[in-house]
């Protein structure tokens, strides 16, 4: 996903996650279009994401991912992501 894409994308939107180096695959939905995020010591614009299915674990044995987590696509892990609907 290139950065206009992120920046284009809107709430109900799916997007696939992929880490190739784990091999750890999810879907998610928007949940809030690209905004400003205050993480408290570090701010930074983002698309908020919702976990709604897991294809693949990958090798996270001690991370797993879980349906409903919260996540962000920013400008750090937008290559890893790809819109589906």
């Not at 010591?41 to 879980?66: H, K, M, N, R, W």
Request: charged letters at 25%.
């Amino acid at each position: 996903m290139t950065l206009d894409e992120a920046k284009a994308l809107k709430v109900g939107d799916l997007v696939r996650y992929h880490d190739p180096l784990s091999l750890l695959e999810t879907y998610e939905v928007v949940m809030e279009g690209w905004h400003k995020h205050d993480g408290g010591s570090l701010s930074t614009d983002c698309v908020t994401l919702q976990t709604i299915a897991i294809v693949s674990q990958g090798d996270y044995e001690d991370d797993p991912a879980y349906i409903g987590e919260a996540g962000w696509i920013n400008e750090y892990n937008i290559e890893q992501f790809e819109k589906i609907a």
